[in-house]
């Protein structure tokens, strides 16, 4: 296992177009979470799940974004009609009891 | 609003000496905190946390110290070396059972040989 894997690494769109992320957790963790980073600030909480079943969704989470994470393994996070304000570096990490280990992003740059 | 603070935007320390990062908090319900290290291109790597029923935790050269009545907490490293160079965040765990993270804004140290 080489920890949490994320997909793309850099994805750059124009303005109004989807985007798909994928993240692969590390294998045992039950507990997945999505963030997003912009620059100078440091990760903000987006939304978790625990198994398949997604339980917070923060108020950053406009209804353009969706998660999810069937069979409750990996997950994706879906941007649809993205804006300029929507580029920054997305990160997941998973846990078990312990402590969150983190992938190493997807930089989203929308033109 | 900003419940976790690094108000420091970089640090800069010689090789061999000690680093001393910052962090304060608002919410006094935070009962555990971490930092993580972060390299460019990397993911935020954990580094060592805290419970508030400890004031200090010590794993080899990186130290944690808790000061509750302050809300303040500060990640020394000693000896500093410029491997340590990089981004380090203070992050408090949202209490509950979601393990959700606050961060702060990250404070970039740099080690100079």
């Known amino acids: 296992d080489t920890g949490v894997s994320q997909d793309p690494r850099h994805k750059i769109t124009k303005r109004g177009q989807n985007v798909t992320f994928r993240c692969d957790p590390i294998?045992?963790?039950?507990?997945l979470y999505w963030y997003r980073q912009t620059l100078g600030q440091g990760p903000e909480f987006l939304t978790y799940f625990q198994n398949e079943a997604q339980l917070e969704k923060s108020r950053l989470l406009s209804d353009r974004f969706s998660a999810e994470r069937p069979k409750g393994s990996f997950s994706t996070l879906e941007i649809q009609r993205t804006e300029q304000g929507d580029s920054a570096m997305y990160l997941c990490?998973?846990?078990?009891?312990?402590?969150?280990?983190f992938g190493p992003g997807t930089r989203l740059t929308v033109l | 609003d900003q419940q976790v603070k690094q108000n420091s935007p970089s640090l800069s320390v010689q090789e061999g000496r000690i680093s001393i990062l910052n962090c304060d908090y608002t919410n006094s319900m935070f009962d555990y905190f971490l930092w993580y290290k972060k390299y460019p291109a990397e993911g935020p790597t954990f580094l060592i946390s805290i419970s508030s029923i400890k004031d200090k935790n010590e794993d080899g050269r990186f130290t944690v110290f808790l000061n509750k009545s302050a809300k303040h907490l500060s990640l020394h490293i000693v000896p500093s070396q410029p491997g340590d160079s990089a981004v380090y965040f203070c992050a408090a765990k949202v209490p509950g059972n979601t393990g959700k993270l606050i961060f702060g804004q990250g404070t970039t140290l740099q080690v100079k040989p």
């Open positions: 294998s045992e963790h039950n507990r």
């Open positions: 990490a998973s846990s078990g009891d312990g402590e969150q280990f």
